[in-house]
């Protein structure tokens, strides 16, 4: 499956895990959050998209052999219906870590994410980061995303965005 203009009734993009729940919103609800460790991601709908909310790690099972097991990948991946996906990390202290996983899940989901009109990068951490804009994982990511027409923010404890947004 791939990011499809109107990819709500075709939900089923992934291969789930049996045990997990693997789509938690598949609707146009105005507040769509997601939250770990008193960590908040939330992507304000204002414009009553409708919005498919994926727990990836853990969750989805990418069934490509030639992938190794061991790859990063990101806590959530958010689609909208204007074909936007947000891929969003929630973390501790390990930022350098969140950096991998968001570019280890985009290289894991590329035909899928490649079919995005853009791809952004989202990572809520505990404390403030460390400067991580000279760090090569940084970097890397950064211009991968823009390349995919996204971009990369990184945040402590608490986001809040809005869809029309994002490119901001």
């Known amino acids: 499956g791939k ?3 109107d990819n709500t009734k ?6 789930c895990d049996k045990k997990q729940k ?8 105005s507040n769509i959050k997601c939250e770990e460790n008193r960590k908040v991601y939330n992507l304000e709908n204002t414009q009553k998209q409708k919005v498919l909310l994926y727990k990836m790690d853990g969750g989805i099972v990418e069934v ?11 806590d959530y991946l958010y689609i909208t219906q ?7 990390e929630l973390k501790g202290t390990d930022v350098k870590h969140a950096l ?18 853009s791809v952004f990068g989202r990572i809520i951490m505990s404390s403030a980061a460390p400067r991580l804009s000279a760090t090569p994982q940084y970097t890397k990511l950064l211009s991968r995303l823009k390349r995919m027409n ?14 029309n947004e994002l490119d901001k």
């Open 3 to 5: 990011c499809e203009k």
């Open 10 to 15: 075709d939900a089923d993009i992934f291969e």
């Open 22 to 29: 693997c789509m938690l919103v598949a609707d146009d609800r």
């Open 64 to 74: 490509d052999a030639s992938v190794d097991e061991k790859i990063c990948k990101c």
């Open 82 to 88: 204007d074909n936007r996906a947000i891929l969003t």
């Open 100 to 117: 991998n996983q968001i570019d280890g899940t985009i290289t894991l989901f590329n035909k899928i994410l490649s079919g995005c009109n």
């Open 150 to 163: 996204g971009n990369l923010k990184l945040k402590e404890n608490k986001m809040t965005e809005k869809i």
